[in-house]
């Protein structure tokens, strides 16, 4: 289960909307709290996913030509995050991202690339708004299955 406020997921919203038809980015800060991971704030990142699209096409050029559009964050910013996170006390805990007019289901090449033990929330943005908005995680045979997903109001 992860937890997450309101107020987050409608940064999060307005950051796909901006973005729409492209997809948006960023990170997932908090902590665990009674077993259940609680996020306590959103870090929105630029999606690097031009500059990077070539490094990816060399790890796995069959999935990375089948992606119209993608994500990806800059390792660099990743590092400055967590450096930030660390002072704060909390950890990087996951990375949302959107779809634009596709559902919030994690792709093949999200899958791929995905890190375990992060949460991956993803928003289906349709015709400029957001449609859904679901979290995954991905399972011990590298399978995303979803999370619950609590919103604090
Ligand atoms: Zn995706």
């Not at 990375?64 to 995050?81: A, G, H, K, M, V």
């Not at 890190?115 to 679901?134: A, D, H, L, T």
């Amino acid at each position: 289960m992860i937890n997450i406020f309101a107020t987050d997921i409608e940064i999060m919203k307005q950051e796909a909307i901006q973005s729409y038809p492209r997809e948006c980015c960023g990170l997932l800060l908090g902590k665990i709290y009674n077993f259940q991971k609680q996020i306590v704030k959103i870090v929105p990142t630029e999606n690097d996913w031009e500059n990077q699209k070539d490094l990816f096409a060399q790890l796995d050029d069959k999935l990375t030509r089948q992606c119209e559009d993608s994500f990806s964050i800059n390792p660099l910013t990743i590092l400055q995050i967590q450096k930030q996170a660390r002072q704060d006390n909390l950890d990087i805990m996951g990375i949302y991202h959107s779809h634009p007019n596709h559902d919030a289901i994690p792709s093949a090449f999200d899958t791929k690339f995905a890190w375990s033990m992060y949460s991956y929330i993803i928003m289906s943005v349709k015709e400029g708004s957001v449609e859904n908005v679901r979290s995954w995680i991905l399972n011990e045979s590298r399978q995303f299955v979803e999370e619950d997903l609590q919103i604090e109001v």
